[in-house]
């Protein structure tokens, strides 16, 4: 790449072929290739600049905003991408926006919950950008729990419209990106209710501005609701702020795909079954996950990379400090990390398959796998994501002081990242849904229902609780089939643990709340269990390239060991393995370490992340940190004059004046 | 307080006497009553007003703090404040800046290192704000490791000077507060050279900038690093990068206290002992720790509060949702924070007692304590410091999507904190520290040299090693020799443990880097020890107020149990408890949570924080949060105008023409 590159040793030290890992990591050659094609011309284009985002006042940064997704869309339709080249080009320009929600929510909600006349209607608008769509669910005292919107669609059968309307404060639809200054449309989630009577939350189209001078309509008052978290980060989004004072929109724009209301203001059901909208479901939270994998991986790759430039204390007599990657305190916090990037990256490649899979047999009405399917999705989103928060600031701290720097680009990584871990389903609430679920499949276990796809395991739950794990010497814990059946046996008998307190409890709803806790530490037993055997299956495919699969092996039980280290109490607590196993698995992951350390910039250059997408002086590819963050400080707009603005008018009379001011 | 009161029957469920419990807080009625009185006082004074702070651009938010700076020190002497007043109103004032350095760092270095002609010289001109001081010590290339300094003092003879220089990029100076456009001085620290010798780094009272016009002195290169995490937070502080091009300073400027440099170039170590300089460490460290349960309190009151204003779920055929701060799940992760912020208060409380001890013994020229206390106090920096970071990022969690709004004052304390991981000592490097001095400590076990002070446990290694917790049931869990002998059987045993796994290695050093991590965890277990003995310690004292004893008694068990379920895996793997015991352990803790639920609100309404200070919508006294989080929405810059400005230029052109983008 770059003529000068600190990092070329550390690139020597290599022991596979990194262009093949590309390939891995990437999930086939063509997908490979056609990032690398999109990331560069990204990069390439000053319009989508972004090192000066921290720098920007809100309005600049959303007016930046509104200047990229135009030319994002100038671009994909000069250079004629595809529908999968311009997702990623909206990827690569890795600023949040209105547009997101146009592709995201408001395309999808029709297409899910519209009638064939109403997608006829609607969604070529949408594709031609004539209109602007976003999601209008949330309210401000209203947020998981759909169910309690308070926002009411009447039925006027005199006119033939419904009536939207926001009954109290709280009903203040609050969240919904775009909705703040953009959109013209949404999907506006309601209770509806027709001769009185309340049917429960549907989706309504409805007009919110002009098309003309893009004022909000009659009756809707609008708004954005403010800062948040971070420089840049989410701020470039409008997220919003709408109330309705009985605003009208014609019948036909309620989503009539799934129930209708007639003419005459009857409610009817349609035969459709509702499980359908499970697809959807599944293909958002596959998307969720393989976005963790990818913030992960740049934390990681910024961490990885400086960890490899820093040097701190251990010089010998005057020689150069130690690389800070070589501490190993460094690697046993950065290495699984580098190891979890690449598991959420397989596991996400499966739930791929797991989307084909499912959404086959909707087609075929076969439901049967569908509360598994719900499951796993759920505990995925939440533990990937949960993860990849607390991952993305242990990195920044792994870079130590200038890591607090916008320009090390780890906070706002962190500030733009952490809403996935609240957005799409809370992740305890996501956890304790799992909860749910592994409860019922206990309380089946022996009724002949046997457990299918993640959860089959449970199936062999007599053998699982009770087997001894069979390590003797350290480098047992190499063998696939030992780490799987160690975390089945932790999973198995914890989930049956809370079965048994839950049962201690007369009503069933009280034994979950007591126990809602320990359920949710089950729950993520559970989803490790499946991040971790979705690895081992991926090592049993054939694998191409130099070096390539024994690599990925080394990561694999890094990363299964290094939770078996975090979560020890849960393995031995459950008698799933003896201490002295455990002490064995923690001097295997040692050694595993010191064969990560010169595969390590490798490892993360393969991730092919570009200086521009990575946006970190630490991360810098060719490793030129101190020269740059020496040069990145004098655009701060307090180096535009010597003396700050205010200096004269408030400092400098104290500092001329004789007042003592005691020992502040 | 205010006459609105959502919390009203929160507080009237409250089983103890408040105001005596904010006495505890606080440490004395005198310090309630100052710190009540000033915080007020700051509440009252509108340029003190913070609300805004994270609408404000770089160099807005820099005057603004200017501004508050000179007001704050004019109040001081209009309201003729003490000392100790003087200090709670910059605390209060909330707003990181220059001024921190002078009294926090400037001062005290000429103090701690300085002559008596020196102190004589410059300690007058400080205090009386005629120069502004700042301590310049970190480089670019250098953070921890004080001996890699770059930065070089060269003695020139002929004029009786020193040479101040830069001889690399690296060697900058990086970091330093109020360096980048305040400081007027700086104690910069450098290698002292003498006649071509390297004497290590010395401190150097370095003039910056003219008295005059401000501007940096011939040969200085001065400015500020740029931004940093979060929006307001650090960005009101001028962090600086500094390069000297030969500057020359009078030889006098050198701190002389401890070593001296002769009229002739002669290097003259003093008989002052070194170790009188602990005594500043322990009392900076003693601030950290004080500041960590503040922080931690700020957090978990903004998170209680809103807990008990938030809804979710449970609604009963269409009656109020269940508040949050109901659910055990919400419990089991907001109580253990709200426990270690009186944990961490009253281990604060009792450094201050260990910091007049060392003083005492220092006089006295006894430094037996010292390697103890010193360990004591970096393991207590390291832990208190990183619970904080991390329990104020669970808090925003625990509020949902609301806590992501830069108004709910969460995301600006997280990104203001987090820096105390990192400065005064790198939050890894000291548990190293503390893993040397227990290795240190188990090698010389039944050498006769008894462990002191917060080590002594492990004179009863022998009993600690082999002895076995006598628990039955849940409820002896709440017996305090029964929680200390299981964290003391844990540190022991850990440290011991990496003791063994050390001396397998030849090398000692290779054996230390080897199982540093582990060390890292051992340090942990022993400074957690130290908490929850210094929690049980405050209990043995008398405590005024109905219910206030049996309060804290029922947080300490909280800390403690809620320790031991996180760190199972040490108690169990060390074999300390039983598995079983373990689940006893988890059992009662869920008792003592709704033991904790009534009083809940209280206990951080004990805290007395103003709601100013808060600087929360959501953590609000009075509660009413809906309402005015929907009256803070509309101060957002985008809302001053109805279209957005670059909606015209960039978007409208899009939403007329006609091109279908395909399915991005």
Redesign the interface.
């Known amino acids: 790449m770059e003529a000068l590159d600190y990092h070329a040793e550390e690139r020597r030290k290599a022991e596979f072929a990194v262009q093949e890992m590309k390939i891995v990591w990437a999930g086939s050659r063509q997908a490979y290739e056609m990032s690398d094609r999109v990331a560069r011309l990204v990069a390439s284009d000053p319009v989508f600049r972004k090192d000066n985002r921290?720098?920007l006042?809100?309005?600049e940064l959303?007016?930046d905003t509104?200047?990229k997704?135009?030319h994002a869309?100038k671009r994909?339709?000069e250079l004629r991408?595809?529908?999968e080249e311009?997702?990623k080009l909206?990827d690569f320009m890795d600023q949040p926006s209105f547009?997101d929600l146009?592709?995201g929510m408001f395309?999808p909600a029709i297409k899910g919950n519209g009638t064939e006349e109403q997608k006829a209607k609607w969604l070529?608008m949408a594709?031609?950008?004539?209109?602007?769509g976003c999601y209008a669910q949330?309210e401000?005292?209203h947020?998981?729990?759909v169910?309690?919107l308070e926002t009411t669609a009447t039925f006027d059968p005199q006119t033939d419209e419904f009536v939207l309307h926001s009954p109290t404060?709280?009903s203040?639809k609050w969240?919904p990106g775009g909705m703040?200054?953009?959109s013209?449309h949404a999907v506006v989630y309601a209770r509806l209710i027709t001769d009185g009577q309340d049917h429960g939350v549907h989706g309504f189209i409805v007009q919110l501005r002009s098309?003309d001078?893009?004022?909000?309509l009659p009756g809707i008052t609008a708004?954005?609701?403010?800062?948040?978290?971070?420089?840049g980060a989410?701020?470039s989004m409008?997220n919003g702020?709408m109330r309705f004072d009985h605003v009208r929109i014609p019948r036909d724009q309620m989503l009539m795909g799934i129930s209708q209301v007639t003419r005459e203001g009857k409610y009817v059901q349609s035969d459709v079954p509702r499980q359908l909208m499970y697809g959807p479901m599944v293909f958002v939270r596959r998307k969720i996950v393989a976005d963790a994998s990818t913030a992960l991986s740049r934390a990681v790759c910024i961490a990885t990379r400086y960890s490899a430039v820093r040097?701190?204390?251990g010089?010998q007599n005057g020689g150069p400090?130690t690389q800070v990657i070589d501490?190993?305190?460094q690697?046993?916090r950065l290495f699984p990390l580098l190891a979890s990037a690449y598991a959420f990256r397989f596991v996400g490649q499966w739930l791929m398959w797991l989307y084909t899979d499912v959404m086959q047999r909707l087609q075929a009405n076969d439901f049967s796998t569908l509360p598994e399917v719900h499951a796993c999705t759920a505990g995925l989103k939440s533990i990937t994501t949960s993860a990849t928060a607390d991952g993305i600031?242990e990195c920044r701290?792994l870079c130590?002081?200038h890591g607090?720097?916008?320009?090390s680009g780890l906070?706002e990584l962190f500030?733009v990242y952490?809403?996935a871990?609240?957005?799409e389903g809370?992740n305890?609430v996501m956890l304790?849904q799992v909860g749910r679920f592994l409860m019922k499949t206990v309380s089946q276990l022996g009724s002949g229902k046997m457990p299918v796809g993640t959860i089959a395991y449970m199936g062999r739950a007599e053998h699982l609780l009770q087997c001894r794990c069979e390590v003797e010497r350290a480098e047992d814990w190499l063998k696939p089939h030992v780490i799987l059946e160690a975390f089945e046996a932790r999973a198995a008998r914890m989930a049956v643990?809370c079965a048994k307190n839950m049962n201690k409890f007369p009503k069933q709803e009280d034994g979950f709340?007591?126990?809602?806790?320990?359920l949710?530490e089950a729950a993520v037993a559970h989803c490790q269990l499946i991040v971790v055997s979705k690895f081992i299956e991926k090592l049993q495919q054939d694998i191409p390239g130099k070096g390539v699969k024994r690599q990925l092996e080394i990561l694999c039980n890094v990363y299964a060991l290094s939770l078996m280290h975090k979560?020890?109490?849960?393995?031995?607590?459950?008698?799933c393995i003896s201490?002295e196993q455990?002490?064995l698995a923690?001097e295997q992951l040692?050694l595993l370490y010191s064969q990560v350390r010169p595969n390590a910039i490798a490892l993360v250059d393969a991730f092919n992340h570009t200086d521009h997408y990575l946006g970190s002086i630490l991360g810098r590819y060719d490793g030129n940190v101190?020269?740059k963050?020496?040069e990145?400080?004098?655009?701060?707009?307090?180096?535009?004059t010597?003396?700050?603005?205010?200096?004269?008018?408030?400092?400098?009379?104290?500092?001329k004046q004789?007042?003592?001011?005691?020992?502040?």
Chains 1, 2 share one sequence.
């Open positions: 921290t720098r006042s809100r309005k959303f007016t509104l200047k997704v135009a869309w994909i339709i991408l595809s529908e311009g997702t909206m547009a146009q592709w395309i070529p594709y031609k950008v004539q209109i602007l949330t401000l005292g947020g998981s729990n169910r309690g404060l709280t203040s969240w703040g200054k953009v013209t098309l001078d893009h004022s909000p708004g954005d609701i403010g800062m948040k978290f971070g420089s989410y701020n409008d702020v040097r701190q204390f010089s400090e501490y190993k305190t690697q046993s600031e701290k130590g002081g607090y720097l916008s320009s906070p500030a952490v809403p871990c609240t957005y809370d305890v304790l643990a709340a007591e126990v809602s806790a320990d949710t979560h020890i109490g849960d393995f031995v607590a459950t008698g201490p455990g002490a923690n040692r101190y020269p963050l020496y990145e400080a004098w655009k701060d707009p307090l180096n535009e010597v003396v700050p603005d205010g200096f004269h008018e408030y400092i400098q009379p104290i500092l004789n007042i003592r001011l005691a020992r502040l």
